[in-house]
């Protein structure tokens, strides 16, 4: 276990979700579940984050902010997809301005279903993602980078 | 005077769990106007009644809000049951308010969590968090889930409560109404809390009725409307209530009217538990709203008076399904609000009206 996956710092963002997931984000975190003690701290500057939680589904006002949260984190990083909506868009996935689930605007490194999702599950993935962080920390050493996403890329392929 | 500058807030924001996105337009240090934009978390939830029939769409009427889910699935239940003439058994509607009753405690600890955290006191915030982990605990030992609880559904309850739960969710309520005051406290004497809260954006009694604001953000303007004294359901059995006001028109009032609240609750809570009548849950309702039927409902949503209204067209789904949300009448009171104040106070004002844009747009 390197440095790497040690207190990873985390960033929020809504997409569209029904508030449910948001708040078992932000209780994941508070006392209770409490994962602050293993310093996994929820920052509003994405350039402190190594995890991004997303919730909710992505939708064509809101795409753009998440590619540009995704863009501004230093690597390595990872993304957590938290809910059923963020996964594939849940309940919402045939509305009208629902686009689908996360991994149609940025690659999304850990899915956390649950609707809403469960505080365990979410720190089940954060422990997840910091594999992940490990893994892409490996590759950076050898030249591997995560892409950059041009805010107005075509949707990305389903699960891709 | 320096030249107005526009700043934008959100909406990616630390002090918002929501996307919403402010457009503040500053000479110096003062806001001079706020325009709010919205359409971020727009789903498009309303059409769905053309996919599903009206026992199915009261899972998407929960998850319109995670936060007030309790209220919206009885909201869209009450209303429906008005489409079709449905009577609902009294024990229904008692276990229905007590559980939305819970989600306003649970809603109003989570806001003044929030709340705290934006003046800066991040203790208060994480104590508000863990009392309000009780509740969430006691939905869970109820229904199962944590905040989407699919416990109502059109014609009553899903299942019932027995004793030994309900004296259980009696135990616990005291237990936290214990430590609630010591944070009530904290929110409402503490010095350096009431700096930052009192004379802080004022909306006089006369502009809140003006701005046609709804729910503890009206309250607090001295504004009597709360639709629970409008006895709709088990409200009506209640032997006393009041709706909580306050005379001071500032964020200060607007905290004191939602910590008052709390305990409002619990003692709601309380009484229904003390006069719950025996007898089932549930009546299956039978068929399908005719053709051209119409029916409304409000209802007191944590945040505020949320009005339904509902269409049928002979078939097992619905023409129509609208509602008005506490939050979309409130915008307009916090833009007026903002207008004027230093720019350091603009997310404490924000917060102030409890804003919930997943509501707002659905
Ligand atoms: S997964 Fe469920 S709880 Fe989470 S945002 Fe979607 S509808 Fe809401």
Same mark, same amino acid.
């Given at each position: ?21 948001? $708040? ?22 994405? &350039? ?14 809101? $795409? ?12 390595? &990083?990872?993304? $957590? ?17 629902? $686009? ?30 910091? &594999? ?9 050493? &050898? ?18 | ?8 807030? =959100? !909406? ?6 929501? !996307? ?15 325009? !709010? ?33 309790? =209220? ?143 729910? !503890? ?115 307009? =009171? ?29």
């Amino acid at each position: 276990m390197s440095f790497m996956s040690k207190s990873p710092w985390v960033i929020h963002y809504d997409a569209s979700s029904c508030n449910g997931c948001d $708040i078992e984000v932000l209780a994941t975190l508070c006392p209770g579940f409490d994962a602050e003690r293993f310093g996994v701290i929820n920052t509003g500057n994405p &350039k402190h984050a190594d995890i991004f939680l997303v919730t909710g589904s992505v939708n064509s006002r809101n $795409i753009h902010v998440i590619r540009e949260i995704y863009n501004q984190m230093p690597e390595p &990083k990872a993304v $957590i997809a938290c809910g059923c909506c963020a996964c594939e868009g849940g309940v919402f996935h045939d509305c009208y301005n629902v $686009i689908g689930g996360v991994d149609r605007a940025i690659p999304v490194d850990v899915y956390a279903p649950g609707c809403a999702v469960r505080p365990e599950a979410l720190i089940d993935a954060i422990v997840e993602a910091e &594999k992940v962080l490990e893994e892409k920390y490996e590759a950076m050493k &050898k030249g591997e980078h995560a892409p950059v996403i041009p805010l107005d890329a075509p949707v990305l392929k389903k699960g891709a | 005077m320096g030249k107005a500058t526009i700043i934008p807030f =959100g !909406p990616q924001h630390p002090v918002l769990p929501e !996307p919403l996105h402010l457009d503040l337009v500053v000479e110096d240090e003062k806001v001079i106007e706020a325009v !709010p934009q919205i359409g971020f978390i727009h789903r498009g939830l309303e059409k769905l009644t053309e996919t599903r029939d009206y026992n199915q769409f009261i899972y998407i009427a929960e998850r319109i809000c995670g936060i007030c889910a309790v =209220g919206h699935s009885l909201g869209y239940a009450e209303t429906v049951e008005g489409l079709m003439g449905l009577e609902v058994p009294k024990r229904a509607s008692y276990l229905r308010v007590i559980l939305h009753e819970m989600s306003r405690i649970h809603s109003h600890m989570l806001w003044m969590g929030l709340a705290a955290d934006a003046f800066g006191f991040e203790s208060l915030f994480m104590h508000c968090w863990r009392l309000r982990e009780r509740v969430l605990d006691l939905f869970e030992a109820m229904t199962g889930g944590r905040v989407i609880l699919s416990a109502v559904r059109v014609g009553g309850m899903v299942r019932d409560q027995d004793a030994a739960t309900l004296a259980h969710v009696q135990e616990v309520l005291e237990g936290i109404k214990d430590e609630y005051h010591e944070i009530c406290r904290a929110f409402l004497n503490d010095s350096s809390v009431r700096s930052r809260l009192v004379g802080v954006g004022v909306i006089e009694h006369d502009d809140a009725v003006n701005l046609g604001m709804v729910g !503890p953000f009206a309250r607090a303007s001295n504004v009597v409307n709360d639709v629970r004294c409008k006895e709709a359901g088990a409200y009506a059995e209640l032997s006393d209530f009041t709706p909580i006001t306050s005379t001071d028109c500032d964020c200060y009032a607007r905290v004191e009217v939602r910590a008052k609240e709390i305990l409002q609750s619990i003692d709601i809570i309380e009484e229904m538990i003390a006069r719950i009548p025996e007898g089932p849950v549930f009546e299956k309702p039978k068929g399908s709203p005719a053709d051209g039927a119409m029916a409304c409902g409000a209802l007191e949503q944590p945040r505020g008076e949320c009005y339904y209204y509902a269409q049928g067209n002979g078939t097992k789904y619905l023409q129509r399904m609208r509602m008005r949300t506490p939050t979309s009448m409130n915008l307009a =009171g916090m833009a007026a609000a903002l207008k004027g104040c230093d720019l350091a106070d603009v997310n404490m004002i924000v917060l102030t009206i409890d804003p919930c844009i997943s509501c707002t747009e659905r």
